[in-house]
């Protein structure tokens, strides 16, 4: 009854630090993405991957980095973290045919100081 | 390009009465609606969806949806009110321009709802 799996819930950076946002799912999906979500802004696609060895941007790329090298797992590496990061991280998969929609994980708050 | 708007940001309405929570949409093609649910400091939680068949679906939580194609929105909806139906929801919508290949959902910002006892 896992679903998605998202670790740390909380992390706490300072500025220039970098960090990795861990990301599993059990149901083999293929398809996940990470979205981040900040007050009126909804939640916004940062990096997505179709399958095993292929990701690709999303509308908010820029300080973070990818890769899916099993089909389960989906990490987000951010480089060095800055302010504009603090935000709450969702990581969500889904079946690529996408008819029922999108599993979250319960995100991870990460504040950058 | 593909967007959702939700017009509203927050939502009042008391308990027992019922309940709107609004949704427009621009895609090209068919769209797939989504609506989800996040509680406080939760994950987004799926409600309901239209991909194909009646304009009105049925989801979870006695919510429902209307899905009208020439006003291009997919409103949520329910009867009547609890407390407990207080939270945050979002409509989404499948970026249609990369179709199944992709499957990217795209989000609006979201609408309060506040439900008074």
């Known amino acids: 009854n896992a679903g998605v799996t998202q670790t740390p819930k909380f992390q706490v950076l300072k500025t220039g630090q970098s960090m990795t946002l861990q990301c599993a799912q059990d149901?083999?999906?293929?398809?996940m993405s990470w979205y981040r979500q900040d007050p009126g802004m909804g939640l916004r696609l940062i990096h997505y991957?179709?399958?095993?060895?292929?990701?690709d941007q999303g509308e908010v790329p820029n300080g973070y980095n990818v890769s899916r090298s099993t089909t389960e797992d989906f990490p987000l590496r951010l480089l060095s973290a800055a302010p504009s990061q603090t935000s709450v991280y969702f990581c969500?998969?889904?079946?690529?045919?996408?008819?029922?929609?999108?599993?979250f994980g319960s995100g991870t708050r990460l504040t950058v100081v | 390009a593909q967007s959702v708007a939700q017009p509203e940001d927050q939502v009042n309405v008391a308990e027992g009465n019922p309940l709107t929570v609004k949704c427009t949409y621009s895609v090209s093609g068919n769209p797939y609606l989504f609506w989800y649910v996040q509680y406080p400091n939760r994950g987004l939680q799926f409600l309901l969806k239209y991909i194909t068949g009646d304009n009105l679906v049925k989801g979870s939580y006695g919510f429902e949806a209307e899905f009208n194609k020439s006003q291009t929105s997919f409103h949520l909806k329910k009867p009547s009110a609890l407390v407990s139906d207080s939270a945050l929801y979002f409509c989404?919508?499948?970026?249609?321009?990369?179709?199944?290949?992709?499957?990217?959902?795209?989000f609006g910002t979201g609408t309060l709802l506040a439900v008074q006892p």
């Open positions: 149901m083999n999906h293929e398809y």
């Open positions: 991957s179709v399958g095993a060895g292929i990701t």
């Open positions: 969500a998969s889904s079946s690529t045919e996408g008819r029922h929609g999108y599993t």
């Open positions: 989404a919508v499948r970026d249609s321009v990369y179709g199944g290949a992709t499957n990217k959902l795209i």
